[in-house]
């Protein structure tokens, strides 16, 4: 499977971080990478310049050309959920207009990274039932998920977990994000590794540049083989 999406067990779990490592990590291996952001919200200001952090973090540390066109379809100032912060400025987000992008960039690109919003659960529309979890399952593309190791992860993660498999989506592995080495991240990850012992886990110390992980190869246990063989356009 040459494309994935990269979505989190909830907000601030630090999906971009992993989606940017993940972008490098496969760029440096020769591929043709976009990463796609299908909707994000919460513009930030800095300098009396405005802009979004994860798109940002796509264009900064990308190691290809990216087009700001092709990395998202939906930006929405407020920092609220999908549904909402497109209705705060009278627009729609189409589910059928973020797969048929997701389709377009599959033909242009060896390796499509879309990044989720929220947790899988996040509506996309104000009158539907639309969810982040309804355009994976319909793009059919197999899933990261990250994580922290916090207080409340292992409900979190066996729950995403239990979510993905009710729709037959394939999880690629499991990031579990923001690692501090306190003695309840450790449990908690000793925890999840007792309940699903044959999932693939990388754990993402915490306080780390995206550069300083330039000469690791931790991303290499969630490729699989058929990505790392894909013929390079």
């Known amino acids: 499977?040459?494309?994935?999406?990269?979505?989190?067990?909830?907000?601030?779990?630090?999906?971009?971080?992993?989606?940017?490592?993940?972008?490098?990590?496969?760029?440096?291996?020769?591929?043709?990478?976009v990463p796609y952001k299908p909707v994000q919200t919460g513009v930030m200001k800095k300098n009396?310049?405005?802009?979004?952090?994860?798109?940002?973090?796509?264009?900064?540390?990308?190691?290809?050309?990216?087009?700001?066109?092709?990395?998202?379809?939906?930006?929405?100032?407020?920092?609220a959920s999908p549904h909402y912060a497109a209705e705060l400025e009278g627009e729609w987000i189409s589910g059928a207009k973020i797969l048929n992008k997701i389709e377009q960039l599959q033909d242009e690109y060896d390796v499509v990274i879309c990044e989720g919003a929220g947790g899988l659960y996040v509506p996309l529309q104000s009158h539907t039932s639309l969810t982040l979890l309804d355009i994976i399952q319909r793009s059919k593309l197999p899933v990261v998920l990250v994580t922290h190791p916090k207080l409340g992860t292992i409900n979190h993660t066996l729950l995403s977990i239990g979510a993905l498999n009710a729709r037959g989506i394939e999880l690629l592995g499991i990031v579990i994000n923001q690692y501090e080495h306190s003695e309840i991240e450790k449990n908690n990850i000793q925890t999840?590794?007792?309940?699903?012992?044959?999932?693939?886990?990388?754990?993402?110390?915490?306080?780390?540049?995206?550069?300083?992980?330039?000469?690791?190869?931790?991303?290499?246990?969630?490729?699989?083989?058929?990505?790392?063989?894909?013929?390079?356009?």
């Open 1 to 33: 499977m040459n494309h994935f999406w990269v979505v989190g067990t909830d907000t601030d779990v630090g999906k971009t971080f992993i989606a940017t490592l993940l972008m490098r990590y496969l760029q440096k291996k020769g591929f043709k990478v």
């Open 48 to 79: 009396n310049k405005t802009y979004y952090h994860d798109t940002s973090s796509y264009l900064n540390y990308s190691l290809q050309p990216l087009s700001p066109n092709s990395i998202n379809s939906y930006s929405f100032p407020a920092p």
């Open 192 to 233: 999840l590794q007792r309940f699903i012992p044959h999932q693939q886990f990388v754990v993402v110390e915490g306080n780390r540049t995206i550069e300083s992980f330039d000469e690791e190869t931790i991303f290499e246990r969630l490729m699989n083989r058929e990505l790392l063989r894909t013929t390079r356009s």
